[in-house]
C-alpha cells in the first residue's frame, strides 16, 4: 500500500496492482462466507459478477444476501484502490440483460485521498466477525454520526436501536431460529457451509462459539455448536449495541448499496476499535423483518443488523477465517467482456 502522498504511474492500475489490492479486498465478509463473487480485470477496468453457483438456496432462495455480500467486496475493492491512489467511477447493473452482471468499475488517479479511507483500508487487514459476547462500544456517538455519514450516499437509513429494544430483538432471533430449527433444507445448507476446518470458504469450526458462550450474546445467528469453552467469561451479559440498515425498497441495486454501505461502518468500527457482527438471519423471514420494522423511527425495509461493541484488549487476534484462492475469483483477461 502506497502513503497517501504518492500517485499511481499510468492511467490505469497495472497487473501488480490489480493482484495486491484484490487479494487485500478478497477479506470482504459475506454470508456464511460464501464468497459469492467474481471478478474480470479486462486491462482497463474491473467488471463484478455473482456467483450464482454460491447462492443458498433455503436460507437466501431470492439473491438478497448474496448480492449483499457482493457488495461488501465492491465496497471493499474500492477502498482498496483508493489507498494506492486510484479513484474508482461505479457503474452498477451496467447491463439491464446480464443479472449476474453487477458493476463495472472505471480508474482515474486520486493522489490524495481521504485520510478515513486510509483508515478504513489498513482495516481490512484486522476486520472481522466477533460472535462472542461485547463490553459497550466507545466513542458511540461519534462512531454513529461517522457511519450515518457512510451510509447516506447509498440512500439507506442507519438507525440506532435503543438500548430497551435488545430484548425485543432478541426474542426476535430466537423466533428466526425456532422457525428455523426443523427446516432440513436449511439445516443442511447451514451445516454445509460452517463448522468444518481446512477448507477456502465457509465458517471455520474455530470461527464459532460454544453453547455457553453464545448463551451470553444478546442477538446471532444459531451455528453448529463449538467445542466447550467460556471465553469472556466475565461478561456475565452482552453489552453490544445495535444498528439496522434499512432501505425504501427492495432491488437488486438496494442490495448491492446495502452490501457497500455494510462494509464502509464495518471497517470505520474496526479502524476505530469496536468489534463487529452483521447479521442477516432475522431479516430472511417475513415475520421476524416485520417485528424489526416496528422499531425504526421512519418506515422502511430492514436489510442488516449489526451488533457492535468492545472485545477486551488482552485477547489475542483471531485467526483470519479463509479465503477462497485469487485464482478462482478474478480473471485477468485482455479482452472486454461482452456487453
Known amino acids: 500500500m502506497t502513503d497517501s502522498g504518492s500517485s499511481p504511474v499510468g492511467s490505469v492500475p497495472n497487473g501488480a496492482t490489480v493482484l495486491a489490492v484484490m487479494g487485500q479486498a478478497s477479506r470482504a465478509p459475506s454470508v456464511h462466507n460464501t464468497q459469492p463473487w467474481h471478478w474480470v480485470f479486462d486491462g482497463t477496468r474491473m467488471h463484478l459478477y455473482r456467483d450464482n453457483d454460491r447462492l443458498l438456496t433455503s436460507a437466501d432462495p431470492m439473491g438478497r444476501q448474496l448480492v449483499i455480500s457482493c457488495g461488501t467486496m465492491l465496497h471493499h475493492v474500492r477502498t482498496a484502490f483508493a489507498a494506492v491512489g486510484w479513484h474508482t467511477d461505479t457503474t452498477r447493473l451496467p447491463d439491464s440483460g446480464r443479472s449476474d452482471y453487477l458493476a463495472v468499475i472505471e480508474f482515474r488517479p486520486w493522489p490524495d485521498p481521504p485520510i478515513g479511507i486510509l483508515a478504513r483500508a489498513r482495516a481490512i487487514d484486522h ?16 462512531l454513529v454520526h461517522t457511519a450515518r455519514m457512510l451510509v447516506t450516499p447509498h440512500d439507506l437509513e442507519l438507525d440506532v436501536l435503543d438500548e430497551n429494544a435488545t430484548a425485543e430483538i432478541a426474542a426476535t432471533s430466537a423466533q428466526a431460529t425456532a422457525t428455523r430449527r426443523y427446516d432440513m433444507p436449511y439445516q443442511a445448507e447451514l451445516h454445509w457451509w460452517s463448522g468444518h476446518s481446512g477448507d477456502p470458504e465457509g465458517v471455520p469450526r474455530e470461527a464459532l462459539v460454544s453453547d455457553a458462550e453464545f448463551a451470553r450474546v444478546s442477538v446471532g445467528r444459531s451455528f453448529p455448536s463449538a467445542p466447550h469453552s467460556a471465553r ?30 455494510l462494509s464502509a461502518v464495518l471497517l470505520e468500527c474496526a479502524a476505530t476499535g469496536s468489534a463487529t457482527c452483521a447479521l442477516t438471519h432475522i431479516t430472511e423471514i ?10 425504526l423511527a421512519h418506515p422502511g425495509v430492514p436489510q442488516v443488523v449489526i451488533r457492535v461493541g ?16 485469487l485464482a478462482d475469483i478474478l480473471t485477468m483477461s485482455d479482452e472486454k467482456p461482452e456487453r
Open 127 to 142: 476486520r472481522h466477525t466477533d460472535r462472542l459476547p461485547f463490553y459497550p462500544p466507545t466513542n458511540w456517538s461519534q
Open 286 to 295: 417475513s415475520a421476524t423483518r416485520t417485528a424489526i420494522t416496528r422499531m
Open 310 to 325: 468492545t472485545a477486551p484488549d488482552e485477547e489475542p487476534h483471531p485467526q483470519p477465517t479463509p479465503r477462497r484462492p
Open 232 to 261: 469472556r467469561a466475565t461478561l456475565l451479559e452482552d453489552h453490544a449495541r445495535l444498528l439496522v440498515l434499512s432501505s425504501s425498497s427492495e432491488s437488486i441495486t438496494t442490495w448491492l448499496h446495502t452490501g457497500e454501505a
